[in-house]
């Protein structure tokens, strides 16, 4: 069992334009394990991708500790995946180029067993056929499936998705969400989602964390039991729409 520590962490930058400091993230504590997707949202600046680095182990804590299964997080490591809003692709290499790089890396590319597993994730995402295009011949959609992919491939235990959906349109955006939601189930490991939308956030978590800014911190986290699939229009979503809405300060209704 995987477990992902938070313990008072703090992380504040150096302002360029003055001697001062931002607190980007203040006392932040929480605690995930494996089979759990932590959903979480909070307005700009409130530290989101902060803490999405800080797990990723690419910048560290100005105090507190974050552990993964009691180990300090010292920098970064394929155990911990993360994939971004604009999909990090290499653009000189194909589809299945990209999503072998590591296996090739480590030269594990010719193992059969991994072969297989290449070949499932490429049919998953539906770029089997496409596996030797090039990042610009394909859509946004299809290369974000293969910025997800290319990470999983690596079974991380921790999966951290800052944003990953947010440069696509409303319908390859809902689409996509089931895809994750399948590629966690299969694996249950860990997965730690930022998104700014709050529909999403409830339909892919187990639970979700609401922030605040200023400093960035934790308003609220909640456990989101209802059953998958979830149904965006049943009256319990509406209701969790409701509960986060007013947790961001959205709730009031204009007359
Ligand atoms: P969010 O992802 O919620 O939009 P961020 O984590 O990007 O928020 O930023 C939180 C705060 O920390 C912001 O005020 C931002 O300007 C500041 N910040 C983030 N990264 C840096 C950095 N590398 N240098 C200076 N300030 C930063």
């Given at each position: 069992?995987?477990?992902?520590?938070?313990?008072?962490?703090?992380?504040?930058?150096?302002?360029?334009?003055?001697?001062?400091?931002?607190?980007?993230?203040?006392?932040?504590?929480?605690?995930?394990?494996?089979?759990?997707?932590?959903?979480?949202?909070?307005?700009?600046?409130?530290?989101?991708?902060?803490?999405?680095?800080?797990?990723?182990?690419?910048?560290?804590?100005?105090?507190?500790?974050?552990?993964?299964?009691?180990?300090?997080?010292?920098?970064?490591?394929?155990?911990?995946?993360?994939?971004?809003?604009?999909?990090?692709?290499?653009?000189?290499?194909?589809?299945?180029?990209?999503?072998?790089?590591?296996?090739?890396?480590?030269?594990?590319?010719?193992?059969?067993?991994?072969?297989?597993?290449?070949?499932?994730?490429?049919?998953?995402?539906?770029?089997?056929?496409?596996?030797?295009?090039?990042?610009?011949?394909?859509?946004?959609?299809?290369?974000?499936?293969?910025?997800?992919?290319?990470?999983?491939?690596?079974?991380?235990?921790?999966?951290?998705?800052?944003?990953?959906?947010?440069?696509?349109?409303?319908?390859?955006?809902?689409?996509?969400?089931?895809?994750?939601?399948?590629?966690?189930?299969?694996?249950?490991?860990?997965?730690?989602?930022?998104?700014?939308?709050?529909?999403?956030?409830?339909?892919?978590?187990?639970?979700?964390?609401?922030?605040?800014?200023?400093?960035?911190?934790?308003?609220?986290?909640?456990?989101?039991?209802m059953p998958y699939p979830r149904a965006r229009t049943s009256d319990e979503f509406l209701q969790w729409r409701k509960k986060v809405l007013e947790l961001l300060n959205f709730g009031q209704t204009i007359n």
């Open positions: 069992m995987n477990v992902l520590e938070l313990n008072h962490v703090y992380k504040s930058f150096a302002r360029s334009d003055s001697n001062g400091v931002t607190q980007a993230v203040s006392d932040i504590n929480f605690s995930v394990n494996d089979g759990e997707f932590l959903s979480i949202v909070g307005p700009s600046g409130c530290g989101k991708s902060t803490i999405m680095r800080l797990i990723a182990g690419l910048i560290f804590p100005t105090a507190g500790t974050i552990t993964l299964n009691g180990e300090i997080i010292k920098g970064t490591d394929t155990e911990r995946g993360m994939v971004f809003q604009k999909p990090t692709l290499f653009l000189w290499l194909t589809v299945e180029e990209n999503l072998n790089f590591t296996a090739t890396m480590k030269k594990q590319r010719h193992n059969p067993d991994y072969m297989a597993e290449a070949e499932r994730l490429l049919e998953l995402a539906g770029l089997s056929e496409f596996r030797h295009d090039f990042p610009h011949q394909l859509s946004g959609g299809m290369a974000q499936r293969l910025a997800l992919i290319r990470t999983m491939i690596n079974h991380p235990k921790v999966f951290l998705l800052d944003e990953p959906l947010g440069a696509l349109d409303a319908f390859t955006r809902m689409n996509m969400q089931d895809e994750i939601l399948k590629l966690w189930q299969r694996s249950k490991h860990i997965v730690l989602m930022v998104t700014h939308d709050i529909d999403e956030a409830i339909y892919l978590g187990t639970r979700i964390i609401v922030m605040a800014p200023r400093p960035g911190r934790i308003r609220a986290d909640l456990r989101n039991d």
